[in-house]
């Protein structure tokens, strides 16, 4: 771990990345309204990994979609730093999440024609962005690709093929990086590794994690996990274990 390690309780005490105020997203379905989200309040600081959880329906993935700007709320605002990304146009959404947004998805989403490495970087070659050459070395330590960025993804397993993604959403600094279910097409142990690896990279690079997970496994990896139950907030704990994750995900359920 290295010298910028920082304690998860000193994290929440620095000023958020990301703030939602009052979202709520309503949906119009066979004549009646469902709301996604009923009013969310919550705040993501630098450096902190935090896990987003609750039964099936509860709103999680709505709650990220608006957070990263890939889903409009119906009222309620979002703010990425001081940019409020509630209200922006097309145009400059799609800049904004290309510039200070990486994300993880549960498909690796890797083009098969090119190696890991080719791959890492392919995002700051079609931005035309250079690239930091100090950070890419750091990065591949701490993913622990160094002897794979040659391979093409159909020579990597499922778990590495995962770290490239990591790495590539990892690779230009974003303010915020989204992870919807990032271990569901892997294995325990793949998915262990990968969970590692985002949990090191707010450590040790400060970056600031959002992610999406049924798993209470995956989120005990996190710095805090954020529970939702019909659109809202219910409940929070900071240095989870699997066991008391699962203990509160079965109160919500129960509820």
């Known amino acids: 771990m ?104 549960q498909s690796f989403n890797l083009l098969p024609m090119l190696t890991a490495e080719q791959n890492i970087l392919l995002p700051s070659q079609i931005a035309r962005r250079s690239v930091d050459r100090e950070r890419f070395e750091h990065i591949v330590e701490v993913v622990g690709l160094r002897d794979r960025l040659g391979h093409l993804p ?6 590495q093929q ?13 303010e915020v990086v989204y992870a919807d279910e990032p271990t569901g097409n892997l294995d325990s142990r793949s998915g262990a590794e990968v969970l590692r690896f985002l949990r090191d990279s707010a450590r040790d690079l400060q970056q600031t994690i959002v992610m999406v997970t049924h798993d209470p496994v995956a989120a005990s990896y996190a710095d805090r996990v954020v529970f939702l139950r019909d659109g809202s907030i219910v409940d929070e704990v900071t240095e989870p274990t699997a066991e008391l994750v699962s203990a509160r995900l079965l109160k919500l359920e129960e509820a």
Request: charged residues 20%; contains cysteine.
């Open 2 to 105: 290295s010298d910028t390690t920082v304690h998860p309780q000193a994290r929440t005490q620095s000023p958020p990345v990301v703030v939602a105020r009052g979202l709520v997203k309503t949906f119009e379905t066979g004549g009646s309204q469902v709301h996604a989200l009923a009013g969310v309040d919550v705040d993501f600081h630098r450096g902190a990994f935090t896990a987003i959880m609750g039964p099936s329906g509860s709103g999680k993935s709505t709650l990220m979609h608006c957070l990263a700007g890939l889903d409009a709320p119906t009222s309620g605002t979002v703010h990425l730093g001081r940019t409020p990304i509630t209200g922006l146009r097309d145009r400059d959404l799609t800049l904004l999440r290309r510039d200070r947004i990486g994300f993880i998805f």
């Open 162 to 174: 995962q770290r490239v993604a990591v790495a590539r959403a990892l690779l230009n600094a974003p």
């Open 154 to 159: 159909a020579k990597l397993s499922g778990g």
